[in-house]
């Protein structure tokens, strides 16, 4: 897991800057993520396997955004 707030906070600007190459909307960075970096993250690992993948093979969906209430397209 990305636990350094600089660093992604940087990771956030180069996603806007290549949003706005490609003429996609602005996105604001996450500005409670970085605080909760900056607070303290424990160590810890990003190995679950999330639902909406257990729900895409369930239905035998082709994209995540099939199976997504609020995909981040249309958020």
């Not at 350094?4 to 500005?31: K, S, T, W």
């Not at 993948?53 to 249309?74: C, E, I, K, N, S």
Request: proline residues 7%.
């Amino acid at each position: 897991e990305l636990r350094d707030p600089d660093e992604q906070a940087h990771r956030f600007r180069c996603d806007l800057e290549a949003r706005g190459a490609h003429g996609l909307p602005r996105v604001e960075p996450d500005q409670h993520l970085l605080a909760a970096l900056r607070a303290g993250l424990p160590a810890c690992a990003g190995v679950a396997l999330g639902v909406d993948r257990l729900l895409l093979l369930r239905v035998g969906a082709d994209h995540l955004d099939q199976v997504l209430a609020f995909p981040t397209a249309r958020a």
